[in-house]
């Protein structure tokens, strides 16, 4: 196991240090070889880089499918009650509050502005943006075959479909009659949900070659410039984050007479682990600890929204889709309307609850953000450069964005706790 941790955080290093070296070597070029020389240079690392995309591309669809309907479908309609439900309301209103929000610091600092990716090799398409209504009309599909088997990746419908699917599931799943049959079909989408984080796991030992290539082409092409934007959209992405954990949170807090201060305070400890091990589900057993034992909160609530939160609630993920989502559309010439990033709220939820609570996960998501709104990482070379930069700082990002995720998940069991009166209160003296 431990070996296994540390492979896994090589790899990370690996893919930090071909980012480093890629955006190194690129503004060497860009500085001293030919025009000539530096076309063939990028000759070449271009197809490196689209296996590492195409990997990614061929990974969205089966993602969405298996994430989703597992995930809903794990929720018992029989189970919910009042906790449930206003747990729910809880995790989804955050979620909504934490993409808006994310895309308004986004709109402040615009990052990706002036990146002004322009890949001589590249086959820029024309963006065609959908309006918002004709997106939500089409987010039903005809034939739902059709749309998981779409090329470019119908995403919407399939997330509507799915999201279907699975909330049938969940009532199959607790009905005398059906039930039998629906453990089958949610015990193999389940599997097949391990199977493919496994899969993304494997695609990732390439990552650090085609991060490589990727950025080499961006920095060859741009030189030094491409730096500063990708320090740009760091700072812009933690900024969010501090404001969401230290204001809205407090402010949510406030609202239910719990202290903010040893709200902060009490949180600590998963909040660092969930910030160094980049994984939700792994943080899982420190939040439980902290919740019994620092916040008084009974376990019959705890072990219900817990779990839930990890699976289902990523305000970190949503707030960084709507930031990345600027990011790549500006660093390619084509920034956001006010439509697309209406649609980027609605499928940055969606995409938070699909979000598997495993480090870089959210990376994957935000493919299927970015193809929602037009922004198609296959036919657009600048759309994948971006994109690929994005992922070599992911590591970077998902450290924060996963503190950010299991704080929403302990103020919701907190507030919930608090309002069914389940907390004892001694804990808070
Ligand atoms: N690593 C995150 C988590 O476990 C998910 C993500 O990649 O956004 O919460």
């Known amino acids: 196991m431990s070996k ?5 955080s090589k790899l990370l290093l690996f893919i930090l240090a071909s980012l480093i070296l890629g955006a190194i070597l690129g503004m ?6 030919s025009e000539a020389t530096t076309a063939k240079l990028i000759a070449i690392s271009d197809p490196v880089g689209k296996i590492f995309i195409r990997l990614l591309k061929m990974i969205v669809m089966p993602v969405i499918i298996f994430t989703l309907i597992s ?3 794990s929720i018992s309609p029989k189970d919910l009650g009042i906790v449930g439900i206003i747990i729910l309301v809880f995790y989804i209103g955050t979620s909504i509050i934490s993409s808006v929000f994310g895309l308004v610091v986004g709109n402040i600092f615009k990052p990706g502005l002036g990146l002004d990716l322009d890949l001589t090799l590249a086959t820029t398409k024309e963006f065609v943006k959908p309006s918002f209504v004709d997106t939500l009309l089409a987010t039903i599909p005809t034939n739902p075959f059709s ?7 119908d995403v919407l419908p399939t997330i509507f479909f799915a999201i279907f699917f699975g909330i049938s ?8 009659k059906t039930k039998e049959n629906a453990e089958i079909v949610y015990r193999f989408f389940d599997g097949c949900t ?9 695609i990732m030992y390439y990552a650090p070659i085609g991060v490589f ?18 320090l740009k959209v760091t700072y812009t992405i933690y900024i969010a984050f501090a404001i969401q954990l230290i204001i809205v949170y407090s402010l949510i807090n406030l609202a239910f007479g719990i202290n903010p201060k040893k709200f902060l305070n009490k949180i600590s400890e998963p909040l660092f682990t969930a910030f160094v091990t980049r994984s939700s589900g792994g943080t899982l057993p420190i939040s439980m600890r902290v919740v019994d034992e620092k916040m008084g909160i009974n376990q019959g609530i705890y072990s219900f929204t817990l779990p839930l939160g990890a699976t289902i609630n990523m305000n970190g993920t949503a707030i ?13 010439n084509a920034p956001l309307n006010f439509d697309s990033q209406l649609t980027v709220v609605i499928v940055s939820v969606l995409a938070a609850v699909g979000t598997a609570g495993v480090p870089g996960a959210g990376s994957i998501m935000l493919l299927m953000v970015l193809n929602s709104i037009g922004l198609d990482i296959n036919s657009n070379t600048n759309v994948a450069a971006a994109y690929g930069m994005i992922v070599g700082i992911d590591s970077l990002l998902d450290m924060g964005r996963t503190a950010l995720n299991i704080s929403g998940d302990l103020c919701g069991t907190a507030v919930v706790a608090k309002v069914t009166k389940q907390m004892d209160m001694t804990k808070w003296e």
């Open 213 to 230: 290539a990727l950025i080499f082409t961006v920095f060859a092409q741009n030189g030094p410039s491409s730096l500063g934007s990708l």
């Open 320 to 332: 960084y889709l709507g930031i990345c989502s600027i990011f790549i559309a500006n660093a390619s």
């Open 147 to 153: 749309s998981f088997a779409n090329g470019d990746g």
């Open 4 to 8: 296994l941790k540390n492979a896994k």
């Open 28 to 33: 060497i070029v860009s500085s001293a070889a």
């Open 71 to 73: 995930g809903v479908s």
């Open 194 to 202: 391990n199977i493919i984080i496994k899969v993304v796991s494997w």
């Open 169 to 176: 599931l969940a009532f199959c799943r607790d009905n005398e």
